[in-house]
Structure formats: C-alpha cells, structure tokens
C-alpha cells in the first residue's frame, strides 16, 4: 500500500536496548536473476501420485494472498476486520486476520486437493508491526516458509530498507547492523520473491528472479511477479537507489513469451498492483453488472494490457477485496484477486490445467452451471483452532521484544483511529501532525510553524482496549511503533506560502486526482475541501488559514515532515521543493515524547475534534 517507506526500521539506540539479542553476522550475496523451477515439497500440498491413467485435466488450486506487512498476531482495532454483506443487505464487520489462524485456514483448505499451490502478490514485510519489525521482518519470514508459500512478488515495501536487504531476506545471512537474533544465522525465505519489473541500472538485469516454474506430474505452472511501476515515488530515495522499475504490461508479456517458448503454458502473473471494487464488502459480486465492471484503478488497464498467454491475476497494493473477471485483449474472461490485507482474507481459486494443450481451461469467476464458484475469497477466522507452530513462533520472538514492546508511552480515553478512519482529516492524522509541530517548534529544533502528515504512513489504530497484559487505554512502545513503524527522520524545510498552497492542491490533482491523498495537518491550519468540484479547485484557496491569518504567497513558513515527504513522496512536488533543511529525532521519538508530555494514567488524551478540514462533498 501507499505509504511512508523507511530508512532504517528500528533506531540502532531501540536495538542496543535489547542487548544480547544480536551476535553479528554476515549479508550474504544477492541471489542471481534467472527462471527457476519450483517443486512441491510435500508439506501437506497433497499427494496422489495414484497408479490409474491420469485424466486429460487437472484441477490445480490456488491459494494466494496479498499485504500480509508482518502481521503475524492478530491486528487491532478496524484493521482486524473485514466487512461482509449479508443476506438482508446489511453490512457486518468480522474480526479476521493473524498468521496462527492463516496457516490453519491454508493447511485446511490445501486437504483433498493432490495439486495446490500457494502464492503472494507481495508486501509481505515491511511497514509491519513491532513484533516483526523489530528484527527486520526475519519472525515473518520464518513464518512464511512455515506455512509453505511457494512464490511471491516483491512489492514496494520489499524495498523499504534497499535492495541488499531485500536479498538477504531472500538468501539468508544476519543482519549486517544488528547481527544474528537468537544467537543463530537466518536462513532465508525458501520461497523466491519474483521482481521481472526491477532492475539493476548498472547490468539492466532482474535484482532477482522474474519469474519460477511450479511442477508435479507433468503438470507445469509459471509464475511472473512484478511490483507497481511508480515504486519509486513511494518509496524513499536510498531504497530504490540503483534500481529501474519498468512497466507493468510489457515486463509481463516479454516473460510470458519466454515461459511460452518454454513449454509453459499454463502461467499466472503476481502483480502488486490494484484496484478499488465498488463495495468494501469481501463477498461483493463484483461481475454482478458485467465483467469487470466493479472494479476500477490501475489493476483494470493493467489486466486488459496483458497478453492472453497468462492465464489469472493475483493482485495486491490498494489492500482491497475482490475476485472479478476482467476480459484478455483478446476478450477471453480472465480472473483477477486481491485478498485484502494484513492476511485477513485468502483466495481460493481452481485453475483447470489440460494435460494435452498444458493450458488452464479458461472460465469465468462462475463458471457456467457449477455450484461453486472457480475463486472466492474466504475469511481467515478467528473462530478456528490456532496453529501450534505459529502460537510457538509469536511466542518466541514475543519474548525477545518483550523489554522494549511492552513499555508504556502513554494513556487515552478511548479509540483514536487513524488507518481505520476513512474521512479526510484523521483524528490519528491530527495528534501526530500535532507532535510533530510541537517537537520541532523550537527555534533550535526546527522552527516549525505547520507540520504535514502524509496519510499513508499512519500503519494502525490507536486501540483504548488492545489485547496484551496491559490495561486498557495504555499506549505501548509495540503499540506506537506498530502506528509509525518507518523510523522516518523528520526534517523542517522553509517553503514559501505559494509552495504550502500547491501542496494542498497537489492532495487531489495530478497523480493524486483519481485517489487523492489528504494530508494531515497541525493545528492552527484550516482550510475547506471542495470535492463537488474537480481537480486543485477542490482546494478552496481563499479559506486556507494558518493561525487565522490567510497564507501569504510570498512569505516564507518553516515547516515540518517526515523525510519521505520532504523528498516529493507520494507526488507531492512542491514539499520536496525546501530549503533551509534541518533533520531532526525520527517521527516515532516526537510521537512518543508527545504522548508522554501530554498523557498519564490520571489524565489520558481524548482523541483529536477534527475540525481543521471543512469537507463539501
């Protein structure tokens, strides 16, 4: 998903902190570009080798999903559900999600099916809550290799930290800062993480593999993976420093034809990229009024783009629900899925694979006169048995974070919602814009007159009642982490008041026009939001008021934010265009010390009023 990346997860102080996790080790080398094939391994994927004649088709099962971002416990709040519409057309929110509850809902659905394979369309790590970010996402990886994941994409957060570590979490090897956890090397991911899209600028070749090839009995599967071409502008710079993103379609169609001339036929593509289903309803039809027609966003140009040689999308990135059936060029019904987020959701689809033309009978979603449908996306329930394995995984490395997740910063009255908010202005968005003002307003730290908050980068809830030892209403260190887990430095920039007016404009114009993205902002900023009208008109310029004085264009205002929105991130130009530049503490040390400044156990904080953005709709 769109969001603030980070330079370096964890603060290396947070790290020492917990002394004696780490012995150091060393990074091993990059993995080389190139196909691989893939096998099953026997994990409980099934067998059936059987002695009778095979039948001319096979049913393989797909199961996959998408933005997993290291939730291995259960996620809090309005983050842990889904909706589901029910049969009176009322809407009910189910808690779902958490990786013991993903792995029994895998392991059961793989039972009775000889040929099944699971896949990802990336974003498994990266903006992840403590309890894996921590450690550099290696808790999630283990995990992932537990469960049996046989490929995913890379997605945009995959590069939050570079490269190199991508690699190292493909190859293995101890974190090259903090070494080895557990006093013991990390073995890698045993699944390939697929990147055709990405490139080194130096040799022009894949910083990984760009596609893998799945195998039992005859039965051959390819698999491409890409991330969204436009990483780089979500990303910050030193991630994706020496890298090429290239487009979606054409990378897609080039490896296509390679697997074809192969002798692979039968190929799925792993794309984070997605779109927005016109319910946020998981169970929503989306073909009720025709193929693809309740989908719209990227993923729709994308899949009508791909060359029919692929056979189904397996998409990801916006965090969305839906199994649609968007037509190939050359207007044959292809499946499309994303499965949410936070592994809340998994999709089950069957692809029909003929052993003599080794292609998938193309259906629709429904195939004509079934009973079930060819893919659905189910509920991971928290009603089901819990994975032992993976309760013992938590548990583990629960205990090693345990000295520093657990220490509380802070107290609030009740829920302060900032991801599972889906208005403008954020009561979340609102207290850390304020923190952010606060901590870097002093003349020798920044001057700030007015701080931005991009929204993405708020990861969570805050939750009055979170699960845990704590009582209710305490604000962990886990818990603010798992809310701005980058670690981005914040920076103070001087802009000129004609630059602060193009960056409001630039939420709901250019590439932000079809989904815009509303900053947060500081109290003292107050403007009105016009979205009956089009583009930067939606920005009523003549109402933006800073401390109830109007913007002057020719002043200049010291103002404060992250280093991902100093760089021009998520396309906001006229923020990258600052002079005058002061790094200060990172956003996580000035959201803590807020906390701690203005809450205690006898007087917690109330969530924000939201009242600085007057919204027109």
Known sequence: MSATPQKNRVPRRVLAAAAGLATVGALVAAMPAGAQERHDHGHGHGHGHGHHKPSRTVDVQLLSFNDLHGNLEPPAGSAGTVNETQADGTVKAIPAGGIEYLASSLRTARKGHPYSITAAGGDMVGASPLLSGLFHDEPTIEALNKIDLDVTSVGNHEFDEGATELARLQNGGCHPVEGCYEKKKFKGA???????????????????????????????IGFIGVTLEGTP??????????LKFHDEIETINKYAKELDRQGVKSIVALIHEGGMPAS?????????????????????????????????????????????????????????????????????????????????VRTSVKSAGAKNPKSANHIVSRDQPKANDMTALIARWNALAAPISNRPQGYITADINGRGSTAPEKPLGDLIADAQLEGLAPADKGGAVVAFMNPGGIRADLVHKASGSEGDGVVTYGESFTVQPFTNMMNVVDLTGAQLVAALQQQVSGANEASPKILQISKGLTYTLDMTKTGAARVVTDTIKLNGEAIDPAKSYRVAMNEFLAGGGDGFAALGQGTNKLVGPSDLDVFNAYLAAHSSAAAPLAPPATDRITVIQ
């Not at 600028?201 to 039992?216: C, D, N, R």
């Not at 502008?233 to 020496?242: L, M, P, R, S």
């Not at 998409?315 to 949410?340: L, W």
């Open 280 to 360: 946020t309803s998981y169970n929503y039809d989306c073909d009720s009024s025709g193929a693809g027609d309740g989908i719209s966003g990227p993923i729709t140009d994308i899949a009508k783009g791909i060359t029919p040689k692929v056979d189904a999308l397996v998409t990801g990135h916006t965090h969305q629900a839906y199994v649609c059936t968007i037509p190939d060029p050359a207007g044959n019904p292809r499946m499309v899925t994303s499965a949410s987020s936070f592994g809340k959701l998994y999709t089950d689809t069957t692809l029909t694979y003929d052993r003599r033309t080794k292609d998938i």
């Open 233 to 242: 502008d979500i990303v910050t710079a030193n991630g994706v420093k020496g």
């Open 190 to 220: 045993d699944f390939p993480y697929l990147a055709a899209n990405v490139t080194n600028e130096k040799t022009g070749k894949p910083i990984l593999k760009p596609y893998t090839v799945w195998k039992k009995n005859g039965v051959k």
